[in-house]
Every structure is written in structure tokens, then in C-alpha cells.
């Protein structure tokens, strides 16, 4: 018998029916990774195990007896953790300390904390400092930290939702020798991701979920990348290659200078799609960033833009690629958050005109085919593609010349993929200049014109079409120089 069965579970939001009776078992000791396209339900499903939601049918068992928790505080007594972006770790507190929580005794006694510390993170085979302040650490490191501390609380289930989007290369080998550390000690893994990749290195089985129900349950020996795509969205979908277009005139050049980063001139042409590739901290974020005013300082077309708002000004918008932290509003509706930057020039005599709001925010959901197409529902009720699909739709809304674009497609699904991939395309196509900078090599060579490879804060190598993707990662790691 598995450890955690999960049996029909229904959800409902409203009129979407996000869970249609699944069913899924995870055995201990096993990584059990779960994929679909964006809405398909995954972290739905996984709200449910862990208590942040109540599901309207179905039932869970876990070591034999019902689960039910009320909430997340319920399902962590019983053993069942989803490791969340926001880990309820006490930033104040050192790594021992945060992993004592909960059982700390009224009277510490620092020496016997800090043992218990090293003897857990040595057991977890986690080199991290047991006296640091866990605010002085990266946010890879932290979620490290919680894990630990989860599974110092005897966790039996754990759960991760796309738990690398935001972390180097680094960090992402820690946390996968971590999640193996758990498999060997019997823990149960849940693992959704969108990067087939890991779902390959990392994975003892998977399932598949498509529209709110479970299309299959399979060894990851029995599958092929190819093959899990076909099952996610019921027909096969090749990579992504950007059809031949015109090159364009000069748009204008880019002149960056920022700290780390050596100086750069970018000149950019219309309906170009220009590749920014490196690995984390090679600088492409940074030259990204500068080119929007976040950073440093950077001219476009000879005049300086040392803030957003210089950008905005001369038609040059980013869409970052952490569309929690600096994209969206999750606490307004999606039509609100769509408009955003673009208030000033829908407003007259302080009323924003809505007709004409209503019609800017149609357009772009239906060029976006965002899902829902309900542009009333809060931007937190949208699945995390589409709420993607949202950050981009702001930053058109606001009829840029230049689109600068950190990760496009984190955390959207393969299929969705492709339709961002044509919107690009077909903006390029209209007269803009892109910028797209990502850690997907594959991204880069089917949607880009030339790339851009940093390393050490500069540019090393300039690859133009057709690109292959051995070549653009032997530049990015450095295997060729
Ligand atoms: N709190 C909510 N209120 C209303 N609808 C919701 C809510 N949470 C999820 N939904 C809807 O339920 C469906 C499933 O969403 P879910 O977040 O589980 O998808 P997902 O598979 O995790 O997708 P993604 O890969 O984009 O994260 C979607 O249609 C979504 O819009
Ligand atoms: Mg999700």
C-alpha cells in the first residue's frame, strides 16, 4: 500500500472546475514528479494534500488512516509539508535556530542547538553555516533551511511547486542532492516542474495532468521528453523555430554601463530578437536591468535612461521575470493589473475612461489567450502561466518600441510556450526591437536573431542564426572559451 493515496478529488473555483476526481499515490521513498500545462491543476491538487484547501469530494490517506486537515498547521502535524516561496522562516534567527522552531525549549542552551544543528545538516550533507543569521542568506540557501527544518519535524510528505525558478545553477544541484537526501530516508516527493529537464534527472515516476484530471501515472524509465509533451497536451508539439522574416532598420543603440559589468553597446534593429545568455550572475540579468534604469546607467538612442520612468518615456518596457515580486498585484483583478502602467493616459480629468480601458484589456486577453478570459478575477486566481500571460499583457498594453523580457517563459507550460513564442514573433514582425534574456539555451536558439553570451560581467561571444544549442551552452559554461 503507498504511503499517501489520494482518491477522487474534486475542486471547484466558481465555474472553473480545477480537479475532476483524481486520483494519485505516493510511495515512500519515491519522487514522484507532477506535470501538466498551465490550469492543468497541479497546484491545486497540491493545496488540497496540504491543507491550504478544502476539496469539494474525494478523500486522502495517509499511512493507512484519513487526512483531512482543516489547514496547513493541521497537515504539518501530520506529517505533510509544502515548501512554499515564503517559508515562514524567522529571518532574525541563525540556521540552528530556525531549525530548532517549534521544539525550541524555554531555556536554550546554545551548545546543545548548535550540535543538534550540525548533526542534522551534516545528515543532510548541507554546508551551511549553523550560527549565520538566515537573513544574511540567499534565497537557494533558505529554502534549504526550511526543508531541513521539515524534515527535522519528521515530515513524511513533502511537496515542491516549481521550487527552482528562482535559483542558480548552484543552488539547484544543492537542493537536488537535498531532495534525493529525502528520498533515501523514505520520505514521499512531490515535485511539479515545467523543466522537463528535471523532471528527467530527478523523478522516479510521473504523472500527468490534463485539464483537471490525471492522464497517466508512468516510470519515468517508460517516457521520453517527447512523450510527456504529447500526454500534457494530447498531440505532439515540435520545438519552437522562428520563421525567416526581413531584418529591419537600426531602432537605435543601447549604451550600458553598470557596476560588474563591462561597458556594452547594444544596437538594435526592428524585428530583431536579440539573445541574452549566461548563467546566473554573468551579467545578462544586469545588462537587462540596465537598459530599464534599474541599474547603473544606460542611453538609448543617445539620451539617458537612469530610471524606469526614462524608459517608459521612450517607449522601453521589461517584463521581469518574477511576476509575484515585481509584476503583479495579486490582490487586484487582472484588469487593473493589465493597466497599470498605462493609467496616466487613459485618464481624463481624473476618470479613467473605461470604455476604452475595457477595450485595451479585451484585446490583450484575447492576443494572449489568457485562461480564464475574465479579466474581473484577481490576478492570484490565475494559474502561474497565466498570470505570466498578465505581466506580458501590462507591458504591451503600454505600446513599447523596445521590449525588454527576463525569462519569458518561467514557469510556462510547453504549449503555452509556443504561443508566447508566436506573440513575440508577430510583435517583432510589427516594428519592435526584443530583448530576451534567459537561462533556456533551447528558448534562445528557436526565437532569437543573434546571441549575446556574458560571462564574468561581459560579452564573450556573439552567435547569430541558426543558432545550436551545443555551441550557445559550450560559450555559456565555458567548455569553449
Ligand atoms: N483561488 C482560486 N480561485 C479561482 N480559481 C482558481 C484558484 N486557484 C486556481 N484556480 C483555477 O484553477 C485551475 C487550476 O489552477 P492551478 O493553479 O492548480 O494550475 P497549475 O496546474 O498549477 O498551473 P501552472 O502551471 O500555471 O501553475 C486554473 O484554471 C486556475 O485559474
Ligand atoms: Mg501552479
Known sequence: MALLEMRGIRKRFGGVEALRGV?????????HALVGENGAGKSTLMKVLSGALQPDAGEVELDGRPLRPRNVAEAQRAGVVMVYQELNL???LTVAENLALGHLPVVVRYGRLYEAARALLGKMALELPPDAKVSSLGAGAQQLVAVARAFAQRAKVMVFDEPTATLS???VDQLFGLIRRLRTEGVAVAYISHRLEEIFELADRVTVLRDGERVATTGVGELTPARVVALMVGREVRAYQRPAHPAGEVLGTFEVQAPRLAPLSLA???????GLAGVVGSGRSEALEAMFGLRGRALWRGEPIG???DALRRRVFLVPADRKAQGLVLELAARE???LSILPTLERLGVVVRARERRVVEEWFQRLSVRPPDPERLARTFSGGNQQ???LAKGLATAPEVL?????TRGVDVATRYEVYALLDDLARGGLGLVVSSSDTEELCGLCDRVLVFRGGRVVAELTAPLRREEVVARVTGAVA
Open 23 to 31: 486520483d494519485l499515490a505516493l510511495e515512500a521513498g519515491e519522487i
Open 337 to 339: 493589473n493589465v493597466v
Open 404 to 408: 525588454l523580457l527576463e525569462e519569458p
Open 307 to 309: 530610471r524606469p520612468i
Open 169 to 171: 545553477a548552484g543552488e
Open 389 to 391: 500571460k498578465l505581466v
Open 90 to 92: 524567522v529571518p532574525e
Open 268 to 274: 538594435l534593429r526592428r524585428g530583431e530578437i536579440v
